[in-house]
């Protein structure tokens, strides 16, 4: 027997004639949504926050950081308090992605930064690459300027996909 409405869509052709078309209909998988989200995207991020969370759910990505400027003494008590914590991963419009777990958070200066952090944002070992990247993401979507130059202490955080 035929599945009429996939061969709607699908018309056998010549090579698959004899054979029966079938339609897989997938189970609804479900996500649990932890309290703890970690955002990746923001507005004119031009792709940028997708293509990070690709990278997380592919396991390329285990790794993010950002200036230690930009938290509040509250938001950085939390995050250091995130380690051993389960986290959703959500875009800029705040749906669910996926989940990690919170490995580490420790502080590295810009102009040197600790192998973990570049091999964990997928740079490899290019240090120059981690930076080049950075600043040009950094410069898109701050809203007021960000001293950023060696010195510049960054907060990191280390990570693990979740599956």
């Not at 285990?62 to 400027?69: F, I, N, S």
């Not at 250091?80 to 200066?109: A, L």
Request: charged residues 25%; glycine residues 8%; hydrophobic residues 35%.
């Amino acid at each position: 027997m035929e599945a009429s409405f996939f061969n709607d869509f699908y018309p056998p052709s010549p090579s698959t004639e004899n054979y029966v078309n079938v339609a897989l209909i997938m189970d609804t998988v479900t996500m649990k949504i932890y309290n703890d989200k970690s955002q990746f995207g923001w507005e004119g991020d031009e792709g940028l926050g997708d293509i990070l969370i690709s990278k997380i759910m592919s396991g390329k990505k285990t790794a993010t950081c950002a200036p230690k400027v930009s938290y509040s003494p509250a938001e950085l008590e939390s995050l250091y308090d995130s380690v051993g914590k389960y986290i959703t991963v959500v875009d800029k419009f705040g749906n669910p992605r996926c989940n990690i777990i919170q490995v580490e958070v420790f502080e590295t200066n810009f102009g040197d930064p600790d192998p973990r952090l570049v091999k964990g944002e997928d740079d490899g070992g290019d240090v120059e690459k981690f930076k080049k990247d950075h600043i040009k993401a950094w410069n898109g979507m701050a809203s007021e300027s960000i001293p950023l130059n060696d010195d510049t202490v960054l907060v990191v955080e280390i990570f693990k996909l979740m599956v």
